[in-house]
Structure formats: structure tokens, C-alpha cells
Nanobody
Framework: QVQLVESGGGLVQPGGSLRLSCAAS????????IAWYRQAPGKQREFVAR???????NYADSVKGRFTISRDAAKNTLYLQMNSLKPEDTAVYYC?????????WGQGTQVTVSS
């Protein structure tokens, strides 16, 4: 079993930055992929960024050049550095881990970009 706990969300002005964290416990950073998704009010959950099984990194086009995903295996923590934030980045951000045993989600952390 895997538990994921996100933190670091909050209110930020357009152009500002935030760093999200996802602390994982249980059977975590073995052979798995781990990713960030987000869900804005009234919209479907969408992919943001992923670190794949072999360390390959992918980003949604909407965040390329502004967001950086990274992980610290020693701390079992995934990060999302978000720069140049825009109002359309406002959403609940979720951490997702997929391994051979299952597909796991955190409870989410709210990010609001507003002046």
C-alpha cells in the first residue's frame, strides 16, 4: 500500500512561484511512475508532469518552461516547482503513483493564482 500526502499549495499572485511537495510512504519509489495532475473547478482532472519508470520526464504543453518536476528518492518525496504562475493554473493539484500493485492518489493541495 502507498500513501501520498501533498503540501505547499496556497494563494499566489500572477507571475509568482510555489513549490509543491508529495511525501510518499509504503512501497514507493521502486519500479513506478510518479506524476502531478490537477483539476480546476468544473473541469476534468488533467496531466501536469511525470517522472517515468526509467527517470524520463514529461510535461503538459501548458506548463512546459514554467514547471519543473523532481524527486528525492532518499526522502521519498516528489516536488513540483511552479514559476510564472497564471490564473489558469488555479486548481487542486494531486500526486499520483503507479506501480505493479496499483494506482495511488493523494488528497490534493489547492493552488490559487489571483491578484
Amino acid at each position: 500500500q502507498v500513501q501520498l500526502v501533498e503540501s505547499g499549495g496556497g494563494l499566489v499572485q500572477p507571475g509568482g512561484s510555489l513549490r509543491l511537495s508529495c511525501a510518499a510512504s509504503g512501497s514507493t519509489f521502486g519500479l513506478n511512475s510518479i506524476a502531478w495532475y490537477r483539476q480546476a473547478p468544473g473541469k476534468q482532472r488533467e496531466f501536469v508532469a511525470r517522472v517515468g519508470i526509467y527517470g524520463n520526464i514529461n510535461y503538459a504543453d501548458s506548463v512546459k518552461g514554467r514547471f519543473t518536476i523532481s524527486r528525492d528518492a532518499a526522502k521519498n518525496t516528489l516536488y513540483l516547482q511552479m514559476n510564472s504562475l497564471k490564473p489558469e493554473d488555479t486548481a487542486v493539484y494531486y500526486c499520483n503513483l503507479v506501480n505493479l500493485r496499483g494506482d495511488y492518489w493523494g488528497q490534493g493541495t489547492q493552488v490559487t493564482v489571483s491578484s
